[in-house]
């Protein structure tokens, strides 16, 4: 959730902003941020296409091949 809003706010999108962009709910994406609700792959899926970032960079964790 924090990172996801970092991640907003460093491309200086308001939540309806970003919500608009994602084509997404507006309380989805509030839900999420403060980390009451977990998104779905297809909900993580637009909000990568709406931050301009990859799939794996909206999660706060970096995975390598190597990891089990």
């Given amino acids: 959730g924090a990172h996801l809003r970092k ?6 999108l308001s939540l309806r902003g ?6 997404m ?3 989805l994406l509030a839900r999420i941020e403060t980390g009451k609700t977990s998104p779905t792959i297809i909900t ?3 909000i990568s296409k709406a931050l301009k970032v990859s799939f794996s960079e909206v999660f706060d964790f970096e995975f390598t091949a190597n990891d089990n």
């Fill in 7 to 12: 991640l907003r706010l460093e491309r200086g």
């Fill in 18 to 23: 970003f919500a608009n962009e994602a084509d």
């Fill in 25 to 27: 709910d507006y309380s």
């Fill in 44 to 46: 993580v899926f637009k």
